[in-house]
């Protein structure tokens, strides 16, 4: 079977193609997933970033969870706090600058944001509201009690897409 491309020569991308490959790499019902992307690396997306958000949700089910990073800042946030001429992180609004579909995920009514502005991973699903959980009491944005820390302790998946 031939690859399907777009107007522009990109390779086209459907749901089910995400769903397809992520079974095909072992993520099934119940996992949880944490994931970088590049979206257009991925080729054309047909229906964009919620395309990628429901094939994942699609694939973990009602009692897994995919999460994203959604840093409102680029670079070091030591940097940021330092250059910015207003630090400030609302965890409602301050967008996600880490993509399109981090964007997209972060700002559904179901997504859970962590309160740690230096490192502000949101999830939707089964374990979101334990990841975000105490957050910002955590010394550091990577320790043992940080959602970082609890993906290792649930045994997510870590992917880079596109």
Same mark, same amino acid.
């Given at each position: 079977?031939?690859?399907?491309?777009?107007?522009?020569?990109?390779?086209?991308?459907?749901?089910?193609?995400?769903?397809?490959?992520?079974?095909?790499?072992?993520?099934?019902?119940?996992?949880?997933?944490? &994931?970088?992307?590049?979206?257009?690396?991925?080729?054309?997306?047909?229906?964009?970033?919620?395309?990628?958000?429901?094939? &994942?949700?699609?694939?973990?089910?009602?009692?897994?969870?995919?999460?994203?990073?959604?840093?409102?800042?680029?670079?070091?946030?030591?940097?940021?706090?330092?250059?910015?001429?207003?630090?400030?992180?609302?965890?409602?609004?301050?967008?996600?600058?880490?993509?399109?579909?981090?964007?997209?995920?972060?700002?559904?009514?179901?997504?859970?944001?962590?309160?740690?502005?230096?490192?502000?991973?949101?999830?939707?699903?089964?374990?979101?509201?334990?990841?975000?959980?105490?957050?910002?009491?955590?010394?550091?944005?990577?320790?043992?009690?940080?959602?970082?820390?609890?993906?290792?302790?649930?045994?997510?998946?870590?992917? &880079?897409?596109?």
């Amino acid at each position: 079977m031939s690859q399907p491309y777009s107007p522009e020569g990109k390779t086209l991308v459907q749901k089910a193609a995400i769903v397809r490959g992520l079974r095909d790499l072992g993520v099934s019902d119940g996992d949880a997933v944490f &994931f970088h992307n590049s979206m257009s690396s991925m080729g054309y997306v047909e229906g964009a970033a919620d395309t990628v958000i429901d094939g &994942f949700l699609e694939v973990v089910g009602p009692k897994g969870t995919v999460a994203v990073s959604t840093c409102h800042f680029n670079g070091w946030h030591w940097n940021y706090v330092r250059t910015a001429p207003t630090p400030a992180f609302d965890v409602r609004y301050s967008p996600s600058r880490m993509g399109r579909i981090t964007e997209e995920l972060r700002k559904r009514p179901d997504a859970i944001r962590c309160l740690d502005s230096s490192n502000a991973m949101c999830a939707i699903g089964h374990q979101a509201a334990y990841l975000a959980e105490d957050s910002v009491k955590c010394f550091t944005p990577c320790g043992r009690d940080t959602a970082w820390g609890k993906l290792g302790e649930i045994g997510a998946h870590y992917m &880079f897409l596109g």
